[in-house]
Protein backbone atom coordinates (compact mmCIF):
# COMPACT_ATOMS: atom_id res chain seq x y z
CA UNK A 1 0.00 0.00 0.00
CA UNK A 2 1.74 3.08 -1.04
CA UNK A 3 1.99 6.10 1.35
CA UNK A 4 0.90 9.25 0.94
CA UNK A 5 4.20 10.82 1.56
CA UNK A 6 4.68 9.12 -1.31
CA UNK A 7 2.24 10.12 -3.87
CA UNK A 8 3.02 13.67 -5.39
CA UNK A 9 0.16 15.86 -4.77
CA UNK A 10 -0.32 17.90 -1.71
CA UNK A 11 -3.34 16.75 0.60
CA UNK A 12 -5.91 19.25 1.48
CA UNK A 13 -5.34 19.77 5.38
CA UNK A 14 -8.66 18.80 6.14
CA UNK A 15 -10.03 17.08 3.85
CA UNK A 16 -7.51 13.71 4.85
CA UNK A 17 -9.47 11.09 6.27
CA UNK A 18 -5.85 10.36 8.21
CA UNK A 19 -5.21 12.93 10.11
CA UNK A 20 -3.66 16.20 8.32
CA UNK A 21 -0.82 16.43 10.73
CA UNK A 22 0.48 13.19 10.46
CA UNK A 23 -0.96 11.55 7.67
CA UNK A 24 1.66 11.36 5.89
CA UNK A 25 2.18 7.81 7.20
CA UNK A 26 -0.96 6.85 7.10
CA UNK A 27 -3.71 5.60 4.90
CA UNK A 28 -6.89 5.35 6.96
CA UNK A 29 -7.86 7.98 9.70
CA UNK A 30 -8.80 6.33 13.39
CA UNK A 31 -11.85 4.66 14.23
CA UNK A 32 -14.12 6.26 16.10
CA UNK A 33 -13.50 5.22 19.40
CA UNK A 34 -10.14 5.98 18.81
CA UNK A 35 -10.82 9.44 17.80
CA UNK A 36 -12.93 10.05 20.99
CA UNK A 37 -10.29 8.57 23.45
CA UNK A 38 -7.34 10.49 21.35
CA UNK A 39 -8.92 14.38 21.44
CA UNK A 40 -8.46 16.94 23.89
CA UNK A 41 -9.96 19.81 21.89
CA UNK A 42 -13.27 19.44 24.28
CA UNK A 43 -11.12 20.64 27.19
CA UNK A 44 -7.63 21.80 25.84
CA UNK A 45 -9.38 24.35 23.99
CA UNK A 46 -9.41 26.36 27.42
CA UNK A 47 -5.14 27.06 26.08
CA UNK A 48 -6.29 29.01 22.93
CA UNK A 49 -4.55 32.19 24.18
CA UNK A 50 -1.83 30.34 25.46
CA UNK A 51 -1.04 28.38 22.49
CA UNK A 52 -1.36 31.59 20.36
CA UNK A 53 1.08 33.41 22.34
CA UNK A 54 3.70 31.03 21.96
CA UNK A 55 3.49 30.15 18.51
CA UNK A 56 3.72 33.79 17.42
CA UNK A 57 6.86 34.02 20.21
CA UNK A 58 8.33 30.81 18.49
CA UNK A 59 7.42 32.72 14.51
CA UNK A 60 8.92 35.55 15.46
CA UNK A 61 12.30 33.90 16.42
CA UNK A 62 12.19 31.41 13.52
CA UNK A 63 11.81 34.84 11.60
CA UNK A 64 14.69 36.91 13.49
CA UNK A 65 16.78 33.78 12.41
CA UNK A 66 16.07 33.40 8.72
CA UNK A 67 14.70 29.82 9.21
CA UNK A 68 10.93 31.96 8.33
CA UNK A 69 11.26 34.92 6.00
CA UNK A 70 9.38 38.53 7.13
CA UNK A 71 6.89 37.73 4.91
CA UNK A 72 5.53 34.17 5.90
CA UNK A 73 6.41 36.22 10.24
CA UNK A 74 3.97 38.49 8.89
CA UNK A 75 0.74 35.91 7.74
CA UNK A 76 1.46 34.03 10.64
CA UNK A 77 0.94 36.97 12.87
CA UNK A 78 -2.28 38.44 10.66
CA UNK A 79 -3.62 34.72 10.56
CA UNK A 80 -3.50 34.06 14.28
CA UNK A 81 -4.96 37.65 14.78
CA UNK A 82 -7.57 36.13 12.98
CA UNK A 83 -7.92 32.94 14.64
CA UNK A 84 -7.94 34.65 17.91
CA UNK A 85 -11.26 36.75 16.93
CA UNK A 86 -12.69 33.55 15.68
CA UNK A 87 -12.17 31.98 18.61
CA UNK A 88 -13.12 34.83 21.07
CA UNK A 89 -16.20 35.38 19.07
CA UNK A 90 -17.42 31.56 19.35
CA UNK A 91 -16.91 31.46 15.51
CA UNK A 92 -14.32 28.64 15.65
CA UNK A 93 -14.82 25.82 13.67
CA UNK A 94 -13.11 22.81 16.39
CA UNK A 95 -12.67 19.65 14.97
CA UNK A 96 -12.14 16.67 16.94
CA UNK A 97 -10.64 15.47 13.93
CA UNK A 98 -7.56 17.22 14.88
CA UNK A 99 -7.12 16.11 18.53
CA UNK A 100 -6.41 19.03 20.42
CA UNK A 101 -6.20 22.75 20.72
CA UNK A 102 -2.44 23.18 18.74
CA UNK A 103 -3.26 21.23 15.42
CA UNK A 104 -6.84 22.64 15.27
CA UNK A 105 -5.06 26.23 15.70
CA UNK A 106 -2.20 25.18 13.39
CA UNK A 107 -5.05 23.53 10.14
CA UNK A 108 -6.91 26.90 10.52
CA UNK A 109 -3.73 28.65 10.30
CA UNK A 110 -2.77 26.93 7.17
CA UNK A 111 -6.38 27.42 5.59
CA UNK A 112 -6.12 30.55 5.64
CA UNK A 113 -2.76 31.46 4.76
CA UNK A 114 -0.82 28.34 3.29
CA UNK A 115 2.49 27.35 3.35
CA UNK A 116 3.41 29.81 5.76
CA UNK A 117 0.87 28.17 8.11
CA UNK A 118 2.51 24.55 7.22
CA UNK A 119 5.95 26.13 8.19
CA UNK A 120 5.30 26.91 11.72
CA UNK A 121 5.77 23.87 13.08
CA UNK A 122 9.60 23.81 12.11
CA UNK A 123 11.84 23.10 14.77
CA UNK A 124 9.18 22.40 17.11
CA UNK A 125 6.98 19.26 18.67
CA UNK A 126 3.40 19.08 19.98
CA UNK A 127 5.47 17.86 23.16
CA UNK A 128 6.85 21.58 24.16
CA UNK A 129 4.80 23.16 22.73
CA UNK A 130 1.77 21.71 24.92
CA UNK A 131 4.54 21.95 27.94
CA UNK A 132 4.63 25.27 27.29
CA UNK A 133 1.27 26.13 26.62
CA UNK A 134 0.24 24.75 30.26
CA UNK A 135 2.91 26.20 31.75
CA UNK A 136 1.57 29.94 30.69
CA UNK A 137 -2.02 28.76 31.41
CA UNK A 138 -1.02 27.59 35.41
CA UNK A 139 1.11 30.80 35.44
CA UNK A 140 -1.87 33.17 34.52
CA UNK A 141 -4.04 30.96 36.78
CA UNK A 142 -1.76 31.40 39.75
CA UNK A 143 -2.09 35.16 39.09
CA UNK A 144 -5.47 35.36 38.94
CA UNK A 145 -5.74 32.68 42.23
CA UNK A 146 -2.62 35.01 44.07
CA UNK A 147 -4.82 37.93 43.57
CA UNK A 148 -8.17 36.61 44.92
CA UNK A 149 -6.09 34.78 48.15
CA UNK A 150 -5.40 38.72 48.84
CA UNK A 151 -8.67 39.86 48.45
CA UNK A 152 -9.79 36.85 51.02
CA UNK A 153 -6.90 38.23 53.51
CA UNK A 154 -7.64 41.54 53.27
CA UNK A 155 -11.57 41.17 54.02
CA UNK A 156 -10.62 38.72 57.07
CA UNK A 157 -7.83 41.92 58.25
CA UNK A 158 -10.54 44.09 58.16
CA UNK A 159 -12.86 42.26 60.26
CA UNK A 160 -9.75 41.85 62.39
CA UNK A 161 -9.66 45.27 63.17
CA UNK A 162 -12.79 45.90 63.91
CA UNK A 163 -12.92 42.75 66.38
CA UNK A 164 -9.69 43.44 67.33
CA UNK A 165 -10.82 43.71 71.66
CA UNK A 166 -13.97 41.47 70.81
CA UNK A 167 -13.75 38.14 73.21
CA UNK A 168 -15.14 34.70 72.12
CA UNK A 169 -14.64 31.48 73.60
CA UNK A 170 -11.34 29.64 71.90
CA UNK A 171 -11.57 26.21 71.53
CA UNK A 172 -9.37 23.04 71.74
CA UNK A 173 -10.80 19.54 71.26
CA UNK A 174 -14.18 22.12 70.21
CA UNK A 175 -14.28 21.88 74.32
CA UNK A 176 -14.04 25.94 75.80
CA UNK A 177 -10.31 26.39 76.41
CA UNK A 178 -9.30 30.42 77.10
CA UNK A 179 -11.17 33.28 76.04
CA UNK A 180 -9.63 34.72 72.87
CA UNK A 181 -10.69 37.88 70.17
CA UNK A 182 -12.73 37.39 67.18
CA UNK A 183 -9.93 39.50 65.77
CA UNK A 184 -7.19 36.93 66.75
CA UNK A 185 -9.46 34.31 64.98
CA UNK A 186 -9.99 36.03 61.34
CA UNK A 187 -6.17 36.65 61.33
CA UNK A 188 -5.11 33.03 62.30
CA UNK A 189 -6.70 32.18 58.62
CA UNK A 190 -4.81 35.44 57.38
CA UNK A 191 -1.88 33.57 58.34
CA UNK A 192 -2.54 30.25 56.70
CA UNK A 193 -3.84 32.41 53.56
CA UNK A 194 -0.25 34.03 53.53
CA UNK A 195 1.12 30.98 53.47
CA UNK A 196 -0.79 29.56 50.71
CA UNK A 197 0.03 32.51 48.64
CA UNK A 198 3.62 32.12 49.29
CA UNK A 199 3.07 28.14 48.00
CA UNK A 200 2.07 29.71 44.87
CA UNK A 201 4.88 31.95 44.39
CA UNK A 202 6.70 29.18 45.12
CA UNK A 203 5.18 27.22 42.17
CA UNK A 204 5.43 29.78 39.90
CA UNK A 205 9.20 30.51 40.75
CA UNK A 206 10.16 27.07 39.47
CA UNK A 207 7.45 26.96 36.98
CA UNK A 208 8.82 29.84 35.00
CA UNK A 209 11.28 27.91 32.73
CA UNK A 210 10.72 28.00 28.69
CA UNK A 211 10.26 24.21 27.53
CA UNK A 212 9.69 25.32 24.18
CA UNK A 213 12.45 24.18 21.53
CA UNK A 214 13.06 21.26 23.55
CA UNK A 215 11.21 19.85 20.49
CA UNK A 216 9.44 16.18 20.42
CA UNK A 217 12.21 14.93 23.55
CA UNK A 218 15.94 15.45 22.13
CA UNK A 219 15.83 19.34 21.42
CA UNK A 220 16.33 20.10 17.35
CA UNK A 221 18.92 20.51 14.90
CA UNK A 222 17.40 24.13 14.01
CA UNK A 223 19.72 26.55 15.85
CA UNK A 224 16.82 27.96 17.64
CA UNK A 225 17.17 31.10 20.16
CA UNK A 226 15.88 29.41 23.05
CA UNK A 227 16.50 32.75 25.02
CA UNK A 228 14.36 34.87 23.22
CA UNK A 229 11.27 32.72 22.94
CA UNK A 230 11.83 32.58 27.02
CA UNK A 231 12.09 36.37 26.95
CA UNK A 232 8.88 36.66 24.74
CA UNK A 233 7.29 34.36 27.07
CA UNK A 234 8.29 36.06 30.30
CA UNK A 235 10.32 32.93 31.67
CA UNK A 236 13.32 33.42 33.54
CA UNK A 237 14.90 31.38 31.18
CA UNK A 238 14.79 27.72 29.23
CA UNK A 239 14.54 24.39 30.22
CA UNK A 240 18.27 22.98 30.89
CA UNK A 241 16.92 19.30 29.58
CA UNK A 242 15.09 18.28 26.51
CA UNK A 243 13.46 15.33 27.91
CA UNK A 244 12.92 16.45 31.24
CA UNK A 245 11.18 19.81 29.67
CA UNK A 246 8.65 17.96 27.61
CA UNK A 247 8.02 15.19 30.60
CA UNK A 248 7.63 17.39 33.62
CA UNK A 249 4.41 17.92 35.01
CA UNK A 250 5.91 19.16 38.48
CA UNK A 251 4.40 22.29 38.05
CA UNK A 252 0.88 21.10 37.67
CA UNK A 253 1.15 19.14 40.61
CA UNK A 254 2.77 22.02 42.42
CA UNK A 255 -0.43 23.98 41.81
CA UNK A 256 -2.69 21.26 42.75
CA UNK A 257 -0.56 20.62 45.86
CA UNK A 258 -1.28 24.59 46.57
CA UNK A 259 -4.76 23.73 45.98
CA UNK A 260 -5.59 21.22 47.94
CA UNK A 261 -3.77 22.82 51.19
CA UNK A 262 -5.21 25.81 50.35
CA UNK A 263 -8.68 23.99 50.04
CA UNK A 264 -8.49 22.52 53.35
CA UNK A 265 -7.98 25.99 54.81
CA UNK A 266 -10.79 27.58 52.99
CA UNK A 267 -12.97 24.13 54.25
CA UNK A 268 -11.61 24.62 57.82
CA UNK A 269 -13.09 28.47 57.94
CA UNK A 270 -16.29 27.01 56.24
CA UNK A 271 -16.81 24.65 58.51
CA UNK A 272 -16.35 27.31 61.32
CA UNK A 273 -18.75 29.68 59.60
CA UNK A 274 -21.30 26.66 59.27
CA UNK A 275 -20.98 25.97 63.01
CA UNK A 276 -20.85 29.50 64.14
CA UNK A 277 -24.40 30.26 62.00
CA UNK A 278 -26.01 27.43 63.86
CA UNK A 279 -29.50 27.87 66.10
CA UNK A 280 -27.22 26.77 69.18
CA UNK A 281 -24.31 29.13 68.80
CA UNK A 282 -25.52 32.19 66.30
CA UNK A 283 -21.75 33.70 66.92
CA UNK A 284 -22.39 35.67 63.11
CA UNK A 285 -25.20 35.62 61.00
CA UNK A 286 -24.84 35.43 57.33
CA UNK A 287 -27.09 37.37 55.24
CA UNK A 288 -29.71 36.57 52.66
CA UNK A 289 -27.18 37.24 50.03
CA UNK A 290 -25.28 34.00 51.42
CA UNK A 291 -28.01 31.69 52.49
CA UNK A 292 -30.76 29.65 50.81
CA UNK A 293 -34.00 28.39 52.48
CA UNK A 294 -35.74 25.28 53.00
CA UNK A 295 -38.59 23.95 51.07
CA UNK A 296 -40.31 22.47 53.93
CA UNK A 297 -38.85 24.45 57.20
CA UNK A 298 -39.65 28.03 56.78
CA UNK A 299 -37.47 28.99 59.66
CA UNK A 300 -34.32 27.85 58.04
CA UNK A 301 -31.68 29.57 56.87
CA UNK A 302 -28.80 27.35 55.30
CA UNK A 303 -25.50 28.52 54.86
CA UNK A 304 -24.63 26.60 51.69
CA UNK A 305 -21.89 28.87 50.72
CA UNK A 306 -19.95 27.53 53.13
CA UNK A 307 -21.21 23.91 52.77
CA UNK A 308 -20.07 24.16 49.04
CA UNK A 309 -16.43 25.55 49.96
CA UNK A 310 -15.84 23.17 52.25
CA UNK A 311 -17.35 20.43 49.79
CA UNK A 312 -14.96 21.26 47.09
CA UNK A 313 -11.66 20.28 48.83
CA UNK A 314 -13.00 17.18 47.75
CA UNK A 315 -12.91 17.28 44.03
CA UNK A 316 -9.37 19.74 44.54
CA UNK A 317 -7.48 16.96 46.65
CA UNK A 318 -8.73 15.01 43.79
CA UNK A 319 -7.44 16.50 41.36
CA UNK A 320 -4.00 16.18 43.06
CA UNK A 321 -4.77 12.44 43.87
CA UNK A 322 -5.38 11.93 40.31
CA UNK A 323 -2.19 13.76 38.60
CA UNK A 324 -0.20 12.19 40.68
CA UNK A 325 -1.36 8.56 39.67
CA UNK A 326 -1.30 9.35 36.30
CA UNK A 327 2.51 10.68 36.41
CA UNK A 328 3.28 7.45 38.47
CA UNK A 329 5.79 5.09 36.47
CA UNK A 330 5.78 7.14 32.95
CA UNK A 331 9.44 6.65 31.27
CA UNK A 332 10.53 9.07 29.96
CA UNK A 333 10.03 10.99 27.72
CA UNK A 334 6.30 12.01 26.83
CA UNK A 335 3.56 9.55 26.86
CA UNK A 336 -0.17 10.52 25.56
CA UNK A 337 -1.34 9.64 29.34
CA UNK A 338 -0.11 13.28 30.43
CA UNK A 339 -2.68 14.63 28.20
CA UNK A 340 -4.71 13.64 31.52
CA UNK A 341 -2.87 16.14 33.26
CA UNK A 342 -5.11 19.15 31.95
CA UNK A 343 -8.91 18.70 33.18
CA UNK A 344 -7.83 17.86 36.71
CA UNK A 345 -5.80 21.31 37.07
CA UNK A 346 -8.66 23.22 34.90
CA UNK A 347 -11.13 21.63 37.69
CA UNK A 348 -9.52 22.84 40.69
CA UNK A 349 -8.24 26.27 39.78
CA UNK A 350 -12.26 26.72 38.91
CA UNK A 351 -13.41 25.71 42.25
CA UNK A 352 -10.64 26.81 44.19
CA UNK A 353 -11.57 30.53 42.47
CA UNK A 354 -15.33 29.92 43.62
CA UNK A 355 -14.45 29.05 46.56
CA UNK A 356 -12.11 32.31 47.43
CA UNK A 357 -14.33 34.03 45.84
CA UNK A 358 -17.18 32.52 48.03
CA UNK A 359 -15.55 32.95 51.17
CA UNK A 360 -14.66 36.91 50.45
CA UNK A 361 -18.70 36.98 50.47
CA UNK A 362 -19.04 35.68 53.73
CA UNK A 363 -16.53 37.24 55.36
CA UNK A 364 -17.58 40.60 54.14
CA UNK A 365 -21.39 39.39 54.33
CA UNK A 366 -21.43 37.67 58.17
CA UNK A 367 -22.18 39.86 61.23
CA UNK A 368 -20.77 38.41 64.08
CA UNK A 369 -23.01 38.73 67.72
CA UNK A 370 -20.32 40.02 69.54
CA UNK A 371 -22.34 40.00 72.94
CA UNK A 372 -22.93 36.39 72.66
CA UNK A 373 -19.72 35.47 72.07
CA UNK A 374 -18.61 37.57 74.83
CA UNK A 375 -21.17 35.80 76.77
CA UNK A 376 -19.86 32.47 75.90
CA UNK A 377 -16.18 33.35 76.04
CA UNK A 378 -16.71 33.62 80.14
CA UNK A 379 -18.40 30.20 80.42
CA UNK A 380 -17.07 26.71 80.70
CA UNK A 381 -14.40 28.28 83.21
CA UNK A 382 -12.40 29.42 80.50
CA UNK A 383 -10.15 31.63 82.64
CA UNK A 384 -9.22 28.61 85.15
CA UNK A 385 -5.67 28.73 83.32
CA UNK A 386 -5.67 32.80 84.76
CA UNK A 387 -6.35 30.95 87.86
CA UNK A 388 -3.32 28.45 88.13
CA UNK A 389 -1.56 31.28 86.33
CA UNK A 390 -1.87 33.80 89.36
CA UNK A 391 -1.38 31.12 91.92
CA UNK A 392 1.81 30.87 90.63
CA UNK A 393 2.94 34.19 89.95
CA UNK A 394 1.46 35.58 93.54
CA UNK A 395 1.39 32.54 95.53
CA UNK A 396 4.30 31.18 94.12
CA UNK A 397 3.10 27.79 93.86
CA UNK A 398 4.59 25.40 91.60
CA UNK A 399 2.78 24.95 88.27
CA UNK A 400 1.52 21.44 88.69
CA UNK A 401 0.56 22.13 91.57
CA UNK A 402 -1.27 25.41 90.95
CA UNK A 403 -2.88 23.30 88.02
CA UNK A 404 -3.86 20.80 90.88
CA UNK A 405 -5.46 23.48 93.27
CA UNK A 406 -7.17 25.13 89.97
CA UNK A 407 -8.81 21.57 89.02
CA UNK A 408 -9.86 21.42 92.78
CA UNK A 409 -11.66 25.34 92.23
CA UNK A 410 -13.57 23.81 89.17
CA UNK A 411 -14.87 20.96 90.58
CA UNK A 412 -16.25 22.83 93.65
CA UNK A 413 -17.92 25.61 91.44
CA UNK A 414 -19.16 22.62 89.22
CA UNK A 415 -20.67 21.24 92.08
CA UNK A 416 -22.20 24.70 92.88
CA UNK A 417 -23.07 25.42 89.57
CA UNK A 418 -21.37 28.45 89.44
CA UNK A 419 -18.40 29.79 87.52
CA UNK A 420 -15.04 30.65 88.69
CA UNK A 421 -15.89 34.43 89.62
CA UNK A 422 -19.15 32.81 91.68
CA UNK A 423 -16.81 31.18 93.91
CA UNK A 424 -16.89 33.21 97.47
CA UNK A 425 -13.66 34.11 99.03
CA UNK A 426 -14.56 31.50 101.89
CA UNK A 427 -14.86 28.75 99.13
CA UNK A 428 -11.44 29.68 97.30
CA UNK A 429 -9.62 29.93 100.84
CA UNK A 430 -11.02 26.38 101.70
CA UNK A 431 -9.17 24.69 98.64
CA UNK A 432 -5.86 26.72 99.03
CA UNK A 433 -5.51 29.29 102.22
CA UNK A 434 -3.22 31.86 100.60
CA UNK A 435 -5.91 32.96 97.96
CA UNK A 436 -7.05 36.39 98.16
CA UNK A 437 -9.71 38.83 96.90
CA UNK A 438 -7.14 40.02 94.27
CA UNK A 439 -7.69 36.57 92.65
CA UNK A 440 -10.88 37.77 91.30
CA UNK A 441 -8.86 40.36 89.01
CA UNK A 442 -7.91 37.91 86.84
CA UNK A 443 -11.35 36.09 86.18
CA UNK A 444 -12.98 38.18 83.55
CA UNK A 445 -12.23 37.68 80.44
CA UNK A 446 -11.35 41.07 79.65
CA UNK A 447 -8.50 40.85 81.91
CA UNK A 448 -7.93 37.15 80.39
CA UNK A 449 -7.44 38.11 77.32
CA UNK A 450 -5.36 41.55 77.85
CA UNK A 451 -2.82 39.29 79.85
CA UNK A 452 -2.15 37.34 76.79
CA UNK A 453 0.51 39.60 75.36
CA UNK A 454 3.22 37.71 74.56
CA UNK A 455 4.24 38.07 70.48
CA UNK A 456 1.52 36.06 68.63
CA UNK A 457 -1.04 36.23 71.93
CA UNK A 458 -4.90 37.69 71.60
CA UNK A 459 -3.81 40.29 73.62
CA UNK A 460 -6.30 43.71 71.74
CA UNK A 461 -3.14 45.51 71.72
CA UNK A 462 -1.52 42.88 70.01
CA UNK A 463 -4.65 41.81 67.71
CA UNK A 464 -4.95 45.47 66.79
CA UNK A 465 -1.26 46.11 65.57
CA UNK A 466 -1.45 42.81 63.80
CA UNK A 467 -4.27 43.74 61.75
CA UNK A 468 -2.53 46.95 60.80
CA UNK A 469 0.33 45.06 60.04
CA UNK A 470 -1.65 43.01 57.35
CA UNK A 471 -4.11 45.85 56.33
CA UNK A 472 -0.96 47.89 55.31
CA UNK A 473 0.83 44.90 53.86
CA UNK A 474 -1.97 44.14 51.67
CA UNK A 475 -3.34 47.71 50.27
N1 LIG B 1 -2.90 16.98 23.18
C1 LIG B 1 -1.63 16.53 23.60
C2 LIG B 1 -1.49 16.65 25.11
O1 LIG B 1 -2.21 17.36 25.69
C3 LIG B 1 -0.55 17.33 22.94
C4 LIG B 1 0.74 16.62 22.82
C5 LIG B 1 0.63 15.51 21.87
N2 LIG B 1 1.91 14.91 21.59
C6 LIG B 1 2.02 13.75 21.01
N3 LIG B 1 3.22 13.32 20.82
N4 LIG B 1 1.00 13.05 20.62
O2 LIG B 1 -0.68 16.02 25.71
Known amino acids: MPLLSDTPHQPDLRNEAANVQWGGRFTAGPSVVMQEINASIGFDRKMWRQDIRGSLAHAAMLAKLGILSGEDEAAIRSGMAAIAAEIDAGRFPFEEALEDIHMNIEARLTERIGDAGRR ?10 VATDFRLWVRDAIDGLSAQITDVMAALAQVAARHAADPMPGFTHLQTAQPVTFGHHMLAYVEMLARDRGRLAD ?60 AMHLSRLAEEIVIWCSAPYRFIRLSDAFTTGSSIMPQKRNPDAAELVRAKTGRITGALVGLLTVMKGLPLAYAKDMQEDKEPVFDAADAWALGLAATAGMVRDMTPDTARMAEFAGSGFATATDLADWLVRVLKLPFRTAHHVTGRLVARAEALGVDLAGLSLAEMQAVEPGITAEVFGVLTVAASVASRTSYGGTAPRNVAAQATRWMEALA
Open 120 to 129: LHTGRSRNDQ
Open 203 to 262: CRRRLNECPLGSAALAGTSFPLDRDMTAAALGFDRPTANSLDAVSDRDFALEFLASAAIS
